[in-house]
């Protein structure tokens, strides 16, 4: 599935809402009925949901699809890419058994998920799990100077590198590469990974030396 874009709805001191955007994708229009969020949250700008579905599709009927509700519904996991350009909402729906390579969904909402035999979904849930676990062993506070990392907000990607404590900065910061820009830890979302990791001297300009 592509992206989809379209006039927001959703606004919270005065930016758009991510999250209630994506909760409207299962709780209004087409979907209205048809699912419940359990529980959903946004990690940069990726949203996160355990979503329950509430109606079972019996066939067609004077060509026209026929559901019945249900009280058993499983509990699967959705994945949405979300992006803001002006007034502007877009975002792309994925769920857990495509694998998405976005692995930051929190055992809150894993918890939720039903039992499922596809192999995909498993291998989703295992590969959030692993992540969370190696995140613990290494935070961004922890990684040396010197280090190279890159995220993502939407479809843009950051590039940036930790720089040794200077300027206003008691402790090592982190320098986009393309730039002056400085970047705050909360700045950063958690789907980061490292480009490069070294323990050179980080020199103001940007360059190294090793």
């Known amino acids: 599935m592509g992206w989809t874009e379209y006039r927001a709805s959703y606004f919270k001191s005065g930016k758009i809402d991510r999250k209630a955007e994506c909760d409207a994708y299962f709780l209004e229009g087409h979907n209205r009925g048809h699912f419940d969020v359990l529980k959903s949250v946004v990690i940069g700008s990726v949203y996160y949901a355990a979503i329950k ?12 699809s026929v559901y019945e509700s249900i009280e058993d519904g499983k509990i699967w996991c959705a994945i949405l890419l979300t992006s803001i350009r002006g007034d502007y909402f877009s975002y792309k729906y994925m769920d857990e058994t495509v694998i998405p ?7 809150s909402i894993l918890k939720l998920l039903s039992d499922t035999n596809n192999e995909n979904a498993l291998k989703y849930r295992r590969l959030c ?37 200077a300027y206003q900065f008691k402790r090592p910061f982190w320098m986009a590469m393309d730039d002056s820009r400085y970047y705050k830890k909360t700045q950063i979302s958690n789907n980061w990974e490292i480009l490069e990791e070294n323990n050179g001297e980080i020199l103001c300009n940007g360059s190294r030396t090793i």
Do not use: F, Q
């Not at 390579?101 to 055992?107: F, L, N, Q, T, V």
């Not at 993502?152 to 590198?161: D, M, P, S, W």
């Open 53 to 64: 579905d509430c109606m079972r599709y019996l066939g067609e009927s004077d060509g026209k």
């Open 101 to 107: 390579y976005y692995y930051d969904c929190p055992e």
């Open 129 to 165: 799990r692993e992540k969370k676990k190696e995140k613990k062993k290494r935070s961004l506070s922890a990684l040396p100077v010197g280090t190279v990392i890159k995220w993502k907000i939407g479809e843009t990607e950051r590039v940036a590198y930790k720089h040794e404590a």
